[in-house]
């Protein structure tokens, strides 16, 4: 199921409003507060000054009981605007001046219910209408000093709720504008805000269906453009980790090709031999290498044995060790002595390689039926003949000759040393390339050949599977079982007691 997603759009203008509002609501209430104190504070300077006024002016009226000119007084301060009454009452609490002249006389009554008293100390009542009145007090006092009664003043409260009404309508207006306002910036804002945002969206979508090819294109000098940047930049990287990527899958399978060759021509099974048996290994450094081996029948019971090391790793030195082999398969038949065999490859190769890679390789031919080998070296290293009638005996041979590639024909075969042996029963060889000697520890040295020797002597007189596998557990004991360094072949031939 696609998931929803609302638009970021819609999110910045909710965001803008409702901080707009929010800041509006807080504003209109201090604003609303403060226009409340102030009105209050003006109404009271007012009032008190209206009552203190009358006070002044009033007390000699009263005195001497001027009862017309007293009124008279007290219609003049209702004309003021809200002026709900105006009065003189004595200690006793009756009326001795009223602008009403029936309300002389009479006690003087609250106009209605006591709501609450002002900060400036003067008393607001509700009537019985509903009507809000402050009412104001002032002492009349005559000249000598003595008190005649109280001045009472009533205001209307709608002053200041008709003030309030107008500074409520101010705020909204206010508000409003502020809304609409805030509602086509945030529009706007959020347009700017999120076409890039949408770009690079749209950018990340393009580029997950493959098209690495897209790029975004924002001209923002901030953290966007920033991101645009390194979008393309990652677009980029990923094309060419792509093309990396396809051609390391391409070498994979072009190695795995390889290695199929190679292990095609490295036999899994050897030829009946009659009473001699064989045994053999093999693991390249890399996924192929160059290392061979080889048992190639040859004509009444004879048959060619190959130890071959080929200089590198790799795919070059599985190509040459693939030449190799072919040479060597079509040339050991038709060739019974081993140094013509050599010369023949030798040849082979030089006309097929340039400088720069070479091989050596040690060629024998045993004959069953004699139990004799004849053998020849081209730069290879020794080979090992354990005597089974001679108490663990092993012999070391090394025939002189010169690398596979090195030299050209005529010198090549001069420079070849041919041995003959003889294999009595129990007798076997051992080959292996230097992937053996020169394993190493972890603490640095190397295996050598004293190690591949002791093995020999402690497995010859078994099997050639346990004299093989022997010699790897041993090589692998030694080196502690870090990853091999170069490829490995071992190769063990062994006539049956």
Request: charged residues 20%; proline residues 3%; hydrophobic residues 45%.
């Amino acid at each position: 199921m696609k998931k929803k997603y609302t638009g970021i759009k819609f999110e910045i203008m909710a965001v803008i409003l409702s901080l707009t509002l929010a800041v509006t609501a807080v504003m209109s209430f201090l604003v609303l507060n403060i226009q409340k104190k102030s009105l209050t504070n003006e109404m009271e300077l007012r009032g008190l000054s209206m009552t203190r006024n009358i006070a002044n002016n009033i007390a000699d009226d009263i005195l001497m009981k001027y009862e017309l000119e007293s009124a008279k007084i007290l219609k003049e301060a209702m004309q003021n605007s809200g002026v709900r009454y105006a009065m003189v009452a004595g200690s006793n609490g009756k009326i001795l001046a009223h602008n009403d002249m029936t309300r002389v006389k009479t006690v003087y009554m609250p106009p209605g219910r006591l709501l609450y008293t002002t900060a400036g100390k003067n008393t607001v009542y509700e009537t019985a209408s509903g009507e809000k009145i402050i009412e104001f007090t002032a002492a009349v006092v005559a000249k000598h000093k003595a008190r005649i009664g109280t001045v009472y003043v009533g205001l209307s409260y709608d002053f200041i709720t008709n003030a309030l009404k107008k500074t409520y309508f101010d705020i909204i207006l206010v508000a409003v504008i502020a809304v609409l306002l805030s509602v086509l910036g945030a529009f706007l804002l959020s347009a700017a805000f999120t076409k890039p945002i949408y770009a690079l969206a749209e950018g990340a979508r393009i580029a997950g269906m493959g098209d690495l090819n897209h790029k975004i294109s924002i001209k923002n000098k901030n953290e966007l453009g920033l991101l645009a940047d390194a979008f393309n930049s990652m677009t980029g990287d990923l094309q060419k980790a792509q093309k990396a990527e396809i051609e390391r899958l391409a070498l994979e399978k072009e190695l795995e090709i390889a290695w199929k060759i190679q292990d095609s021509l490295l036999p899994k099974t050897f030829p009946d031999m009659k009473n001699y048996e064989v045994a053999a290994f093999y693991k390249p450094a890399k996924e192929i290498g160059g290392d061979y081996y080889d048992v190639i029948p040859l004509s009444a019971g004879r048959f060619g044995i190959v130890m071959a090391d080929v200089s590198g790793k790799g795919i070059p030195a599985a190509l040459i060790m693939t030449m190799l082999s072919g040479i060597l398969n079509m040339e050991a038949p038709a060739n019974p002595d081993p140094v013509t065999v050599m010369t023949k490859l030798n040849d082979g190769l030089l006309t097929k390689v340039g400088g720069g890679m070479f091989a050596t390789v040690f060629y024998a031919v045993l004959d069953t039926g004699a139990g004799s080998v004849e053998m020849v070296s081209a730069g290879h290293h020794e080979i090992f003949v354990y005597r089974g009638s001679a108490s663990a005996a092993v012999e070391s041979y090394s025939p002189k000759g010169a690398a596979i590639g090195v030299l050209k024909s005529m010198e090549f075969g001069t420079r070849m040393e041919k041995i003959s042996l003889k294999m009595a029963p129990g007798d076997k060889l051992l080959l292996f390339t230097d992937g053996i000697s020169e394993a190493r520890a972890e603490k640095g040295g190397r295996f050598g050949m004293e190690r591949a020797v002791k093995s020999l002597q402690k497995n010859g007189g078994r099997s050639c599977r346990v004299v093989v596998e022997s010699l790897l557990s041993d090589v692998e004991g030694f080196t502690g079982g870090q990853e091999q360094s170069d490829d490995i072949a071992v190769l063990s031939i062994g006539r049956n007691a």
